[in-house]
């Protein structure tokens, strides 16, 4: 893609921006909660004073470079002489344009890496909070699994009681209800340590945490990918650094101008009115600044290579988090379709059959073992899809731009 085409999208995406976009298909939930952790965040609040920063540069920039001047002489001899001036040095090449032009593009450049901080925090946290989900489920999982070998500890012994099994099986079920609590305690770690880290990436700490889309929504079929990409932030900053270093090559061209001085001075010689004109100009002889101009040139090449380069990588990882994304969901729904409602049948199906008698308490908890460890696995490929959703969101940047 050439240059001219991605400045051509860069300004069909500044001119169609909206104002606010949600995280497409997310709750009203969890756009409270990015809202909260960007108005509660220092690192965004950084960025938002280099805005302020920014926009006092250029009300600065498009000041007058040269103020007048005024010149008063006296002077006491045979004939007394008393002179007043004013002089003005007129910005000929006209810097103070250049200046502006510069101060404009700073501050596109701040507004455009405040919204890709915005972005990548938002998807930290929906990563994070992907993850937290993830292990509440699992947990709530091997909880399930736990309290179904706690069931079969009371059955077993009862049964035993009873004279129907033998010490074996109460010893079995023993050791499997053990087991099984310890996989609780882990996973109730592991939801201990994904929560420090939403509360880490968001900064906040809340009793209850909104819920991800479950599952995510399915990825796109056509989406419309260079006008996406054209609106990722820091593509945009990258082109504001571009009109930046261009108007450093105006800026390094209007210094090569040199600034002629005028004034006009008027007084008196004893009786006598004094009426004068000056004029000065510095002559550009032993420097004419024409190294300053091919620097600047050089700097506005290089800002043009960057975002060739940058472009490349931003469409890099849109395809790959597309494809992982679409990848992800076609195996979920693959699970969904074959596996996932023939589960619990047969939780139930094993139950019923060692109830009756006619299935063994070793392969009553080999197939019992086996679904919750299916249903865990489930969970996790659901994990990934919510994690491949939001990196899919984050490379299209569609979470986060205000």
């Not at 405040?114 to 699992?138: G, K």
């Not at 600044?289 to 990588?313: D, Y």
Request: net charge neutral; with cysteine.
């Amino acid at each position: 893609m050439s240059l001219k085409h991605l400045f051509l999208l860069g300004l069909l995406a500044c001119l169609t921006l909206p104002a606010w976009a949600a995280p497409p298909a997310t709750s009203p939930a969890i756009d409270d909660l990015l809202r909260q952790v960007w108005e509660s965040h220092p690192g965004i609040q950084a960025a938002q004073s280099a805005i302020d920063q920014a926009r006092a540069r250029r009300t600065a920039a498009g000041k007058p470079i040269y103020n007048p001047e005024l010149e008063v002489d006296a002077e006491r001899t045979a004939v007394n002489t008393l002179s007043v001036g004013i002089n003005q040095t007129i910005d000929w090449g006209d810097k103070r344009g250049a200046q502006r032009q510069m101060g404009d593009s700073g501050v596109r450049i701040a507004q455009a890496e405040l919204t890709s901080l915005r972005l990548r925090v938002a998807s930290e946290v929906l990563a994070a909070l992907a993850s937290y989900q993830t292990a509440q489920e699992q947990h709530q999982l091997a909880s399930h699994y736990s309290e179904l070998m706690g069931q079969l500890v009371a059955t077993t012994e009862q049964r035993y009681a009873a004279g129907d099994l033998g010490q074996l099986d109460v010893a079995l079920a023993r050791v499997a209800f053990s087991k099984s609590r310890m996989q609780v305690a882990r996973r109730a770690a592991e939801v201990a340590s994904q929560h420090a880290a939403l509360v880490a990436a968001s900064g906040l700490s809340l009793s209850q945490w909104p819920s991800l889309p479950n599952p995510p929504p399915a990825p796109p079929a056509n989406p419309q990918r260079d006008i996406l990409l054209a609106k990722l932030p820091q593509l945009i900053a990258q082109q504001a650094r571009i009109a930046n270093a261009r108007g450093g090559i105006a800026l390094a061209r209007a210094v090569r101008q040199a600034d002629p001085t005028i004034g006009l001075r008027g007084g008196a010689e004893e009786s006598d009115l004094l009426l004068g004109l000056n004029f000065s100009m510095p002559l550009n002889v032993r420097n004419d600044f024409s190294a300053q101009v091919t620097a600047a040139s050089q700097q506005a090449v290089r800002e043009e290579k960057i975002l060739l380069n940058l472009h490349r990588i931003a469409a890099s990882r849109f395809d790959g988090s597309l494809s992982v994304y679409r990848l992800t969901h076609r195996a979920w729904l693959q699970w969904q379709n074959a596996g996932q409602s023939h589960l619990a049948q047969q939780l139930a199906l094993v139950q019923r059959i060692w109830e009756a008698g006619e299935l063994s308490t070793t392969d009553y908890l080999l197939q019992t073992g086996q679904n919750i460890t299916t249903q865990i696995t489930a969970a996790e490929l659901k994990g990934e899809l919510r994690l491949a959703w939001v990196a899919w969101l984050r490379a299209s940047g569609q979470v986060g731009v205000p």
